[in-house]
């Protein structure tokens, strides 16, 4: 089994580069670009035991928000001459 040298892989101040994928069947871990899929995990059917890896469950709304945030961080976002980034407020009209 790979061992994970850094649990913690992302800046909190920056949208997720890479997360770790669990092999449910190897149960392994690797290291993968992009964003984890929200969701969560349930045991599975029957289980009666500590290490079972589990059912990951997908929350397809969550998924589909993302992008649209994404979006509206990028078109929001200003540099000032300073070069430093921040977000401008926009009040509803």
């Known amino acids: 089994m790979k061992q994970i040298d850094r649990l913690i892989i992302n800046s909190p101040y920056e949208e997720p580069k890479e ?5 449910r ?30 059912i990951f469950v997908e929350i397809p709304l969550v998924n589909q928000i993302r992008p ?7 078109a929001v976002k200003i540099i000032d001459d300073r070069g430093i980034e921040s977000l401008k407020i926009i009040k509803g009209e």
Not at 25 to 54: I, L, W
């Open 19 to 23: 997360y770790w994928s669990y092999d």
């Open 25 to 54: 069947e190897r149960r392994t871990f690797s290291r993968k670009e992009g964003r984890r899929p929200a969701g969560y995990v349930v045991a599975s059917e029957g289980s009666r035991s500590f290490d079972d890896p589990g």
């Open 68 to 74: 649209r945030v994404r979006a509206w961080r990028e």
